[in-house]
Structures are given as structure tokens and as C-alpha cells.
């Protein structure tokens, strides 16, 4: 219940990587020999398949990272940095991942000025807002497609038209789209995006950032040719080629994908409804959430309490985004849509799979319940709600 946070590897991509360990296993760069040369030749059609899948005119605009955060960092400081002559202002979102929030940190320590927008209580970006903000120095809007917490769909289409009204450049965070909904750089309509391959069901540590020819950006790492003299680095050939299986599976599934997690979500969502009083489903319903996000707060208690329960019955789920665990101050998109900090805090995350069955979230309907309650027993504010409510009938 946190394929939000990573998703098992198939095995088919896992079949897909294994050649390149021990059999094509050549240095890319090496043009004078043949193992060399069937490195190079794989990488193309891995390229071409990437671009094929994502709706990118041609394959030279795709280009492998190290991750989605690697991705994300090289959109912004790259384009920050390559059109720091024309202007210093970079628009994006209060709910954006980390990876934006804080390479934008970061751009801002070192002269260039960043406009967060609100977003409303289901954790919309208003595209007029987008237009509103844009000044004269605005270099870059960057928007997320689909929020990894609470799963709202991001009105990008539109949003990349304004950027293209007033030439500005406009990147998304695509990480949590794929394999969830769409995804297709044409008709997005967007100059940049990045995807990680570790969220839909392949291998870690390696991502793709779409660059539209035509588009400037200064590189981040720095060293030999690769990625067309733009990311040094021996390319991580089998990671390549797990990105490539993992996204041409979730691409060619992707509606049958779609439909079952959907109605799982959506049984989901109303079973938690019915059986605990007293919560909130974080973000939108319907066709403007991701098919795969189920986000609740339950009032009066802790998140990382039922985190722990739910984990002694085997369950797997998030209070938040994997990277603010650990930290005490409630997520950032949870009080960006407006929830008081005591109730933030009491949230969980349950993020399914193309593989999530009927039986487990029968299992999750049967679990969860008894541990909200078990919670709320030993809650003193809880009590006090119970007696003001006996006092009232
Ligand atoms: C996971 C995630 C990232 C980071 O990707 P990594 O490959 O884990 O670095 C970036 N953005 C979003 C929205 C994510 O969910």
C-alpha cells in the first residue's frame, strides 16, 4: 500500500536488464570495437522507444539521469543558469516534490527568485494564477503532473499554453503520472519532463528528462560526452534498459492498469468512508485524482501511530512522502491545502499497484478500522470530543 513511495521491480524488466550485466556489457563510449559498438546500438533503440512511449518527436531529446531527482535538480538549475542573461524568475507550486522545492532553495540563495503558488483545498494550481505571476523575468514554470502525496492531476495542458503564450519555458514532474494516467510530451504540451523508473515497476537509480529541441540548458554533471555532451557519465546501460521494458509494459497496459486500480481505489476510499467516523479524504475524487492514491486524515490521532500498527498486520503505507518520514513537521502539501497541523499529522497514504488485489483491500478495510479506534480510545482529545457530544444529546 506505498507504490507511491516504489514499486517491485517485474520480472520482465528485470529479464529485460540482466543481458546487459553480463553480455553487452561494453563501455558506450568505446566506438573501435564491437562490444562497444552493440552498447551503442541498444542505447539508440532504447532511446527510440523511450521517445516513442512518451510522445517525443525524436529520440535525441530523450535523456537518461540518475533519477527523478537528478532530472528535476538538472530542469531547474540547468535552465536557471542557461537563460540567467534573460531573466532571474522561476514559477512553481507549494506542493511540488522536494527535488523542486528545494533546487528552488538553492536557485534562490544564489540571485534568482521563486514564486510558490497556493493551491486550493484539493490541491489545484489555478492556470490564471500561473498567468498572473508571470513577470517579464520569467524564465521557468515548473509544475508537477500529478502530486505523489494526494494524488490531485495538475491542469497542465492548460498551464503549458500560457507558457507558451508568453514564451516562457515550462518543465513537469511526471514522476507519479506514469503508469497512472497518459503521459504524452506532444500533447501535454510541455518543453521538459522527467520520470523516474523506480515508481512504475523499474529498477532504481535511473530517470529520463525529456529536453524539447530548441530548449537551452546548462549541464550539471560535468566530464565526458555522454548524453550528447550533455550528462557525463558511462550510461547505466541495464538501468536503460529497465527504464525502457518498465515504461513500454505500463504504456501498452496502461488502460486495463487504469480501470482496475480505479475501481480498487474507489472501494477503497468509500469503505473507509463507511466504517471510520470522523476522517477526511485529502485531494479530489474522481477523474481529476490518480488512479492510484488513496490520502486520509484521521482526526484526534497520530499518522505514524497507525503506520505502526498497520505495519504489525503486514501492511505497508506512508504518513506522507517517503522523504518527510522521519522528519515531526506535518507534510507540506497537507497544510499547502489548507489542514490545520493537528490534522495533517493524522494522515496516511495508501498508494496501490497494477497488482493490488480485491482481497487486500478487503484486508485494509478490515485492519484499518479497528486500529483507528484502538487509537482514538487512548486519545485524551478524543475523549474530550465523545463527552461534548454525550453533553449535547
Ligand atoms: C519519487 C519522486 C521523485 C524523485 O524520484 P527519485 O527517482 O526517487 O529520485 C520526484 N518527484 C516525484 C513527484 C516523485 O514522486
Redesign the pocket.
Known amino acids: 500500500m506505498d507504490n ?3 514499486t517491485v521491480v517485474k520480472q520482465e524488466v528485470v529479464d529485460a536488464m540482466l543481458p546487459y550485466f553480463t553480455e553487452i556489457w561494453g563501455n558506450g563510449s568505446s566506438k573501435f570495437y564491437d562490444l562497444g559498438n552493440e552498447a551503442i546500438t541498444a542505447m539508440t533503440r532504447l532511446r527510440e522507444s523511450v521517445a516513442k512511449n512518451i510522445g517525443a518527436a525524436r529520440p535525441n531529446e530523450i535523456y537518461f539521469t540518475g ?6 535538480n538538472w530542469a531547474l538549475k540547468g535552465i536557471a543558469y542557461a537563460y540567467a542573461s534573460k531573466g532571474n524568475h522561476i514559477i512553481t507550486s507549494k506542493i ?5 522545492l528545494n533546487a528552488c532553495a538553492f536557485l534562490e540563495k544564489h540571485g534568482f527568485e521563486v514564486t510558490y503558488l497556493d493551491v486550493d483545498c484539493e490541491g489545484r494550481v489555478d492556470p490564471a494564477a500561473v498567468e498572473a505571476a508571470i513577470t517579464d523575468k520569467t524564465i521557468l514554470i515548473s509544475i ?1 503532473t ?3 502525496e494526494i494524488g490531485t492531476i495538475e491542469p497542465i495542458k492548460e498551464i503549458a499554453e500560457i507558457a507558451k503564450k508568453h514564451k516562457v519555458i515550462m518543465h513537469t ?4 503520472a506514469i503508469g497512472h494516467m497518459p503521459v504524452d510530451v506532444g500533447e501535454l504540451g510541455v518543453d521538459m519532463l ?1 520520470l ?4 512504475f515497476h523499474g529498477p ?4 529520463v528528462l525529456y529536453i524539447r529541441n530548441g530548449v537551452r540548458i546548462e549541464n550539471l554533471i560535468h566530464g565526458g560526452g555522454q548524453e550528447r555532451g550533455k550528462r557525463a557519465a558511462t550510461e547505466n546501460l541495464a538501468g536503460m534498459a529497465g527504464l525502457e521494458k518498465a515504461l513500454d509494459l505500463a504504456v501498452k497496459n496502461l488502460d486495463v492498469n487504469i480501470a482496475s486500480m480505479t475501481e480498487k481505489r474507489d472501494r477503497l476510499i468509500a469503505g473507509i468512508k463507511e466504517r471510520i467516523p470522523y476522517c477526511r479524504l485529502n485531494g479530489p475524487e474522481g477523474e481529476e485524482r490518480m488512479c492510484n492514491n488513496v490520502n486520509f486524515s484521521f482526526k484526534y490521532i497520530e499518522g505514524e501511530s497507525i503506520l505502526m500498527l498497520l505495519n504489525m498486520h503486514g501492511i505497508a503505507a506512508s504518513s506522507g ?3 518527510a518520514s522521519g522528519s515531526l513537521d506535518p507534510s507540506h502539501v497537507l497544510l499547502a491545502i489548507g489542514l490545520p497541523h493537528e490534522i495533517a499529522h493524522g494522515s496516511v497514504r495508501l498508494s496501490l499497484s497494477e497488482d493490488t488485489t480485491d482481497e487486500e483491500i478487503d484486508y485494509v478495510l478490515e485492519t484499518l478500522p479497528p486500529i483507528v479506534k484502538r487509537l482514538r480510545e487512548m486519545s485524551p482529545l478524543y475523549e474530550e470530543i465523545l463527552h461534548k457530544e454525550q453533553i449535547k444529546a
Open positions: 507511491n513511495a516504489t533519477s527523478g531527482c537528478e532530472a528535476d511540488e516534490h522536494h527535488a523542486i508537477m500529478a502530486n505523489n514532474d511526471a514522476v507519479q522527467s523516474s523508473a523506480h515508481k532504481k537509480g535511473v530517470g512522502s517517503a522523504c
